[in-house]
């Protein structure tokens, strides 16, 4: 590093003070001159949020309801032009193909969410959740920022998206401690409200007034930076700033507008670097000292000193959550895109989420202390007050699930912490094989020898901490109450199956060309997963298991749409996923059953766990559909929609119980083709795919999942068309 050439690329460095002084300090200087080179400067990640196009002009907010009052994409709130309502157009008129205008498709999702609406009550009237915000508050924005009255929503919405946020969203990534949330004690925290109203707004579906919201707080946002770059204090970014960006990142990656979805990335990136920047990944003593402490506060009546504990733990715990949702996102997004996870576990050096959630949902600090009482926890020194608000250090966790050698009482948070630190291990040494200079057959080999049986035992070891920890595994009985009752257990076991799928295949090549809309793409990569069909099958099991337990939640509930409402956004994910999977696996044993009837692989058989798996695919379809509303009921669905669009390709008849128990029978294989052909198993589950996405438009990246198993299916059936499985099949079908 020396020499001429190097030594003026370190001095070119944006911060080449630094970096020269990290090349030379380093005992092998070679071996980090790339990394030194290719980190950006420590105000890049500044710049980013500062130059990120932002609007100025707010339109009029609307209680209208339905995505036909988003933007376009070419007017998002991310792309520097005003937010302009769409223009309605009859969409089901002229041929069957997909209008160019988005809106056409918005107008016609309107109605469904009309009908869910109807569903979500006014949670603000609630008396037990208050409302969060004050018309005082909403008059000082107002006229601070010289807003209309039409620009700014009235105080019953605001709050009752604030509610919707609380009772819809925290309740699974509780970041925020909503008691300890008083916007009129801290008007710097007006961001972050506006955030949270939002996410809030999404689920009382006026988009519209989410995307005004949305974009002010982005609008905010930039103006402190902006501040905070005038006075050179690029590292003192307050707490709700930062918990209002991770807020921004669950709404601009679960959009369904290409042109904000397109700046995630960069977006994410800067949020990590602010984070590090910030020490928000380090303890929180190591920033600030807790209340010295000579005595045990449970046992005293010093109010005073147990309230400065109390606020010192919800503190340290907000820090933590935040942090820990943070690499949640990151994690679930290099899945999606085929990317880095740039919030990795390595980075997180302070704690994880206190074991005892009840101590985190206090209102105040006497219903804290009554706790620690009632646990008999005692708080006699400052140490003792570090480790329960740090609860155990992350690192130390994950190298002991690393050993295979973990079994603590960590919690369900903090069990679900590790379980994304799995599928982020689990998606990194894919990444990194799937990406070396290999034949397929040495990949796969490398992959069932090596890496496989490691990543089992993992899970195995997870499995056993979770049952110590209060944890179900099988939605059986009364299981099922326990999870539908349980936030984090509906993320839990979604992800678990996630990561068993990634176990067996590698999923993010098919989902990053989702993620870009790339329909041909997406179709190759899903025949590349076929290069290894007992992988494929494994990976159907798990599938199988995310849609039955969302069917069998629905089930004990007795109403669909107010589950489909409540369905967390990365089960979601989860569920589309499993849909492309199922469905690909049973297009390949509808191959070969053409195949076998054309006498073009008379050899070729079906094992008799493709035929059970065949059939367990089949009574799941049955359970779905008897569960959701008949197809045609809601003319006007947007899933409706989508089946018309693909002139047929989603229409398929259900088989007849009795029929479809043939495929197991022994003998001729000829009338199990039949069968099998005559099911078109793989078109029915996009096609139910699509009714559970569709129908429940909270997020509008539901749109997009629901147009990918819409062109997955059209591909389908231009496979399929010229299928003819014989006389015989006219008989099968119920």
């Known amino acids: 590093p020396r020499s001429g050439q190097a030594l003026q690329r370190v001095l070119s460095h944006p911060n080449s003070d630094l970096a020269l002084q990290k090349v030379l300090s380093h005992p092998e200087p070679n071996l980090v001159l790339e990394k030194v080179l290719s980190h950006p400067s420590d105000t890049d990640w500044f710049n980013e949020f500062i130059n990120a196009p932002i609007e100025t002009n707010f339109p009029m907010v609307s209680d209208h309801i339905g995505f036909t009052d988003t933007p376009d994409a070419a007017d998002s709130p991310l792309s520097g032009t005003n937010l302009t309502p769409g223009n309605s157009q009859n969409i089901l008129t002229g041929s069957n193909i997909l209008p160019s205008n988005a809106n056409d498709l918005k107008n016609l999702f309107r109605s469904r969410q009309i009908d869910l609406s109807k569903h979500i009550p006014h949670t603000y009237q609630n008396p037990t959740i ?142 990590v670097s602010l984070v590090k920047i910030t020490k928000l990944d380090m303890p929180l003593e190591s920033l600030l000292l807790p209340p010295s402490i000579t005595f045990d506060i449970v046992q005293s009546n ?165 049952i110590r920890n209060g944890g179900v595994l099988v939605p059986r009985g009364q299981n099922i109450h326990t999870i539908n009752s349980s936030c984090v257990l509906k993320l839990t076991l979604p992800l678990l199956s996630f990561a068993k799928i990634n176990k067996c295949i590698y999923i993010s090549s098919v989902l990053s060309n989702v993620w870009k809309r790339n329909w041909d793409a997406m179709n190759l990569e899903i025949k590349s997963l076929t290069r290894d069909v007992e992988a494929l099958r494994d990976s159907v099991n798990y599938s199988l298991d995310i849609i039955n337990l969302w069917i069998e939640i629905i089930s004990i509930n007795n109403d669909a749409e107010k589950t489909s409402i409540r369905t967390p956004i990365f089960f979601l994910t989860c569920l589309f996923t499993s849909t492309l999977l199922i469905s690909e696996y049973l297009y390949v044993t509808e191959v070969w059953a053409n195949n076998y009837l054309s006498n073009k692989d008379k050899d070729a058989n079906l094992t008799t766990a493709d035929r059970v798996l065949w059939l367990r695919a089949e009574k799941i379809f049955k359970k779905i559909e008897k569960n959701l509303l008949p197809l045609g009921s809601n003319n006007h669905s947007y899933s409706e929609f989508l089946r018309i669009q693909a002139n047929g390709a989603l229409d398929v008849d259900i088989l007849d119980d009795e029929i479809a128990r043939l495929a197991l029978e022994p003998g001729d294989l000829r009338p199990i083709a039949e069968i099998i052909i005559s099911g078109r198993l793989s078109t029915r589950c996009l096609s139910l795919g699509v009714r559970i996405l569709a129908d429940a438009p909270v997020w509008p990246i539901a749109l997009l999942f629901a147009e990918a198993l819409k062109a997955r299916a059209i591909h389908i059936h231009d496979c399929t068309s010229s299928w003819s499985p014989g006389p015989a099949s006219a008989s099968l079908k119920k």
């Open 130 to 271: 208050p409302g969060r915000c004050s018309e005082s508050i909403r008059r000082h924005i107002m006229a601070k920022y010289n807003l209309k009255q039409q620009q700014f929503p009235q105080l019953d919405d605001l709050n009752h998206y604030l509610a919707l946020y609380e009772l819809e969203f925290s309740v699974y990534f509780p970041l925020i401690h909503i008691p300890s949330f008083r916007i009129d004690d801290n008007l710097d925290q007006i961001p972050l409200m506006l955030s949270m109203a939002a996410i809030g707004a999404l689920y009382s579906f006026h988009a519209r007034n989410s995307s005004t919201l949305f974009n002010f707080s982005r609008f905010l946002i930039h103006n402190f930076m902006e501040v905070q770059m005038k006075l050179n204090r690029f590292n003192d970014i307050p707490l709700h700033i930062t918990q209002a960006l991770v807020l921004h990142m669950f709404l601009g990656m679960f959009h369904n507008d290409s042109e904000i979805t397109k700046l995630i990335s960069r977006q994410l990136n800067s949020l």
């Open 302 to 466: 010093n109010l005073d000193l147990i309230e400065a504990c109390y606020k010192y733990f919800i503190l340290a715990q907000s820090r933590i959550r935040t942090i820990h949702v943070l690499h949640h996102i990151t994690v679930l997004y290099g899945c999606l895109t085929d990317g880095k996870v740039e919030m990795s576990a390595d980075n997180i050096e302070s704690g994880s989420p206190c074991a005892n959630e009840d101590l985190w949902n206090c209102k105040n600090f006497n219903e804290w202390v009554a706790i620690l009482k009632e646990k008999n926890v005692n708080i006699n020194s400052k140490f003792s007050l570090i480790r329960l608000s740090n609860g155990h250090a992350y690192k130390e966790l994950w190298r002991g699930m690393q050993n295979l050698s973990l079994d603590q009482d960590i919690g369900l948070r903090g069990m679900l912490s590790l379980l994304f630190t799995i599928n982020e291990y689990v998606h990194t040494e894919s990444r990194k094989l799937e990406h070396e200079d290999k034949t397929d057959g040495a990949k796969l080999a490398e992959w069932r020898m090596e890496q496989r049986p490691y990543i089992e035992s993992l899970i195995k070891i997870w499995e056993s901490c979770y």
